[in-house]
């Protein structure tokens, strides 16, 4: 019976494993699409980010109340894998808490602290679905997640309940099969698991001691298949920061957050321009046949992989957009949505290579108009709130700025009041329209 249960686990594993390595592949491929750019400077400094704001959770404790229901989720979710590696090596191997003997009273330690880990988790679980489904607070409620990612939040929540479910459904019936001396493997007396020496007896004392072999296998086979839907579900689900935040966080921008780049390009140019000893012939012809270069973006392809990689990161939680001056004052920009809009293309344009043998066959659409309109982009003021407020160091302003650029430079399409601003620069020096000699005229009013 162990040797087909073993059997059946490995298969298992081994389809699950495989599912989410190619999904895994998919995503590595979508983010490469972006443009290259250079994120592997200043090492010591990138993680020392990684460190505090993924590891640490230092930017989710500005609001203290989900900082700690989220920090409960969180160290619940990484302490649980120590379980699951024993559920790993029984499944595999056909034991039965197979750390147990070696490690003693600190095998009944991190068990305890794992259930009470597990109750703080349940608790956090329930005020997430509260706080989302009966408070309706207005940042979990916006328009831009209407259907699928209220589903998906919601869906992931439960998920999680039913997790630590089969945890404690696991442990309980174990503790009451060792006090009766009745395991279906060799040992007895009580765990004394903290949660469960209690839990159990309360919930299965009274079963018969077939019903309770039962419930243990359904639990410890409901925590496994949890655990494998869970890894396949990542890839249509906003949880992927539960990953990627790692490596977002890590590669993020570390200039100050009023830093702009310049396009190479342009820059190159304008020195040109101002050099008088530059030879405008010097420099090497362009190649013919090459493709121009296009300022900005219009489409996830001109967007650079870091881009893309913090659309995958997003965890939808809304602080940028709630903390957004122009979403506050009724502007249609939703800094959130930006986010959302770039990972449902980019997820589109990888169904298309997928569909075309490896080959972007062009759909007629794109992320600018067909996804974020121009009236979004320019509602933002480019305060960086968003970027501060982003708990894995997300920038929607970056995405937005590049569109602009895209506006601005291929379109000629920057609103009036900024064509009349800029017009007035090149004749006037001066935003204003006003001829600049006559911007000193106010020294003669004393």
Same mark, same amino acid.
């Given at each position: 019976?162990?040797?087909?249960?073993?059997?059946?686990?490995?298969?298992?594993?081994?389809?699950?494993?495989?599912?989410?390595?190619?999904?895994?592949?998919?995503?590595?491929?979508?983010?490469?699409?972006?443009?290259?750019?250079?994120? &592997?400077?200043?090492?010591?400094?990138?993680?020392?980010?990684?460190?505090?704001?993924?590891?640490?959770?230092?930017?989710? $404790?500005?609001?203290?109340?989900?900082?700690?229901?989220?920090?409960?989720?969180?160290?619940?979710?990484?302490?649980?894998?120590?379980?699951l590696?024993?559920?790993?090596?029984?499944?595999?191997?056909?034991?039965?808490? &197979?750390?147990?003997?070696?490690?003693?009273?600190?095998?009944?330690?991190?068990?305890?602290?794992?259930?009470?880990?597990?109750?703080?988790?349940?608790?956090?679980?329930?005020?997430?679905? =509260?706080?989302?489904?009966?408070?309706?607070?207005?940042?979990?409620?916006?328009?831009?997640l209407?259907?699928?990612?209220?589903?998906?939040?919601?869906?992931?929540?439960?998920?999680?309940?039913?997790?630590?479910? *089969?945890?404690?459904?696991?442990?309980g019936?174990?503790?009451?099969?060792?006090?009766?001396?009745?395991?279906?493997?060799?040992?007895?007396?009580?765990?004394?698991?903290t949660?469960?020496?209690?839990?159990?007896?309360?919930?299965?004392?009274?079963?018969?001691?077939?019903?309770?072999?039962?419930?243990?296998?359904?639990?410890?086979?409901?925590?496994?298949?949890?655990?494998?839907?869970?890894?396949?579900?990542l890839?249509?689900?906003?949880h992927?920061?539960?990953?990627?935040?790692?490596?977002?966080?890590?590669?993020?921008?570390?200039?100050?957050?009023?830093q702009?780049?310049?396009?190479?390009?342009?820059?190159?140019?304008?020195?040109?321009?101002?050099?008088?000893? =530059?030879?405008?012939?010097?420099?090497?012809?362009?190649?013919?046949?090459?493709?121009?270069?296009k $300022?900005?973006?219009?489409?996830? #392809?001109?967007?650079?992989?870091?881009?893309?990689?913090?659309?995958?990161? *997003?965890?939808?939680?809304?602080?940028?957009?709630?903390?957004?001056?122009?979403? #506050?004052?009724?502007?249609?920009?939703?800094?959130?949505?930006?986010?959302?809009?770039?990972?449902d293309?980019?997820?589109?344009?990888?169904?298309?290579?997928?569909?075309?043998?490896?080959?972007?066959?062009?759909?007629?659409?794109?992320?600018?108009?067909?996804?974020?309109?121009?009236?979004?982009?320019?509602?933002?003021?480019?305060?960086?709130?968003?970027?501060?407020?982003?708990?894995?160091?997300?920038?929607?302003?970056?995405?937005?700025?590049?569109?602009?650029?895209?506006?601005?430079?291929? #379109?000629?399409?920057?609103?009036?009041?900024?064509?009349?601003?800029?017009?007035?620069?090149?004749?006037?020096?001066?935003?204003?329209?006003?001829?600049?000699?006559?911007?000193?005229?106010?020294?003669?009013?004393?």
């Amino acid at each position: 019976m162990n040797y087909l249960s073993s059997i059946l686990f490995l298969v298992i594993l081994a389809v699950g494993g495989g599912f989410f390595a190619k999904n895994v592949k998919k995503i590595i491929r979508n983010i490469k699409l972006g443009k290259d750019v250079n994120r &592997f400077d200043r090492s010591s400094e990138r993680w020392s980010n990684m460190a505090l704001v993924a590891l640490g959770q230092k930017k989710m $404790f500005t609001r203290p109340i989900p900082a700690v229901l989220h920090f409960a989720l969180y160290a619940a979710f990484i302490i649980t894998q120590i379980e699951l590696l024993e559920i790993l090596v029984d499944g595999i191997f056909g034991t039965h808490r &197979f750390f147990k003997p070696g490690l003693g009273g600190f095998y009944t330690f991190l068990i305890s602290f794992i259930e009470i880990l597990s109750v703080l988790a349940l608790t956090a679980t329930v005020i997430f679905l =509260a706080r989302r489904n009966l408070l309706k607070l207005p940042r979990l409620n916006k328009a831009e997640l209407l259907g699928w990612p209220k589903k998906d939040a919601n869906l992931i929540l439960i998920m999680e309940i039913i997790l630590v479910c *089969c945890i404690f459904t696991m442990n309980g019936t174990d503790e009451v099969l060792y006090n009766m001396g009745k395991s279906h493997f060799e040992g007895q007396g009580s765990f004394g698991f903290t949660v469960s020496q209690h839990v159990g007896p309360a919930l299965f004392g009274g079963m018969s001691e077939g019903a309770l072999h039962i419930l243990e296998r359904i639990g410890w086979w409901g925590h496994f298949m949890m655990v494998m839907a869970f890894l396949n579900y990542l890839y249509y689900s906003k949880h992927l920061h539960i990953i990627l935040a790692f490596p977002n966080t890590y590669f993020a921008d570390l200039n100050p957050l009023g830093q702009f780049d310049n396009l190479e390009s342009v820059t190159n140019e304008v020195k040109l321009m101002l050099d008088p000893n =530059a030879d405008p012939f010097a420099a090497p012809a362009p190649d013919a046949d090459a493709a121009p270069s296009k $300022f900005g973006a219009s489409d996830v #392809q001109d967007l650079n992989w870091v881009q893309l990689l913090n659309a995958y990161t *997003c965890t939808e939680c809304g602080r940028c957009t709630s903390s957004c001056p122009a979403n #506050q004052t009724g502007k249609k920009l939703s800094p959130r949505k930006i986010m959302m809009d770039t990972r449902d293309r980019l997820v589109e344009v990888g169904d298309n290579i997928d569909k075309n043998n490896g080959v972007f066959v062009p759909d007629g659409k794109s992320l600018l108009n067909d996804y974020i309109t121009q009236e979004e982009l320019w509602a933002c003021t480019s305060c960086n709130a968003c970027v501060e407020e982003c708990p894995v160091n997300i920038s929607p302003l970056s995405i937005i700025m590049d569109m602009r650029r895209y506006l601005v430079m291929e #379109q000629s399409a920057a609103p009036q009041s900024l064509n009349a601003m800029m017009t007035n620069i090149e004749n006037n020096s001066a935003p204003w329209q006003y001829n600049q000699l006559d911007r000193l005229n106010w020294k003669d009013e004393q």
